[in-house]
């Protein structure tokens, strides 16, 4: 299994509402990342998990909040967002001890937000 | 800081014929690894090849090959016998190799380039 799910696929918020992406692999992976891309934009990393901690915080805003409840899965809670967060969000994982070893990519989550 | 260009924002081929994409970079490390990603529009973020920045041997994989000159910081990505299937954004990443702490697992991304592919 080589495989990041990703859930839901699309999805569309209010701005007062609250949600949550979620990522599971089952590949043993102890690092896990959440990427924020817009179109036709380079992916940008928001956090990195490692070990089911929280290692790196790239400035995200609060309304973002990311949760490693367990070594397969990533949560990221959604909160009051604003109309410039709509956009693809990306999870990925890689093994932790290999770091030749590439990231994992999930097929995302388009978020709107209106 | 690290950094990475692609310089070509769009590119097309012919089916069956060759194209090459760009890439360089910028780093004062020297040990690290270089990636080239494909994203076709179903989103998913794929790998397509991969180069450690020790190894001299330029990196292939089937139709996929990269031209890889340390010293002049590039990583060319040269696409053989083009497929309609490749047609996709791709992004050239380099990642540190020995990023331990806050730096793990950062991967630093090239804006991309669209690449289309005729029939």
């Known amino acids: 299994d080589t495989e990041v799910t990703q859930t839901p696929k699309h999805l569309v918020m209010g701005m007062t509402n609250k949600k949550s992406l979620k990522c599971e692999q089952h590949?043993?992976?102890?690092?896990m990342y959440w990427y924020k891309q817009k179109a036709k934009k380079p992916p940008e990393l928001m956090f990195v998990y490692s070990y089911e901690k929280l290692s790196i915080n790239e400035s995200v805003p609060s309304r973002f909040s990311p949760e490693c409840p367990n070594s397969s899965l990533l949560n990221l809670h959604l909160h009051a967002l604003q109309p410039e967060d709509s956009a693809l969000y990306l999870c990925a994982s890689s093994p932790r001890d290999r770091p030749n070893t590439e990231a994992f990519f999930g097929q995302g989550t388009r978020l709107t937000v209106v | 800081a690290q950094t990475v260009t692609q310089s070509q924002p769009e590119m097309s081929v012919q089916e069956a014929e060759t194209v090459t994409l760009s890439c360089t970079y910028d780093t004062s490390e020297s040990d690290y690894y270089l990636f080239w990603y494909k994203q076709p529009p179903s989103r998913q973020m794929i790998l397509v090849i991969r180069q450690e920045a020790y190894k001299q041997q330029n990196a292939t994989e089937n139709r996929f090959s990269v031209n890889f000159q340390k010293a002049a910081k590039s990583f060319s990505l040269k696409i053989s016998d083009s497929q309609l299937g490749d047609a996709a954004m791709y992004f050239c990443a380099y990642r540190l190799l020995n990023a331990g702490g806050t730096s793990y697992g950062k991967l630093t991304f090239g804006q991309g380039t669209i690449l289309t592919v005729h029939p």
């Open positions: 590949m043993g992976h102890r690092a």
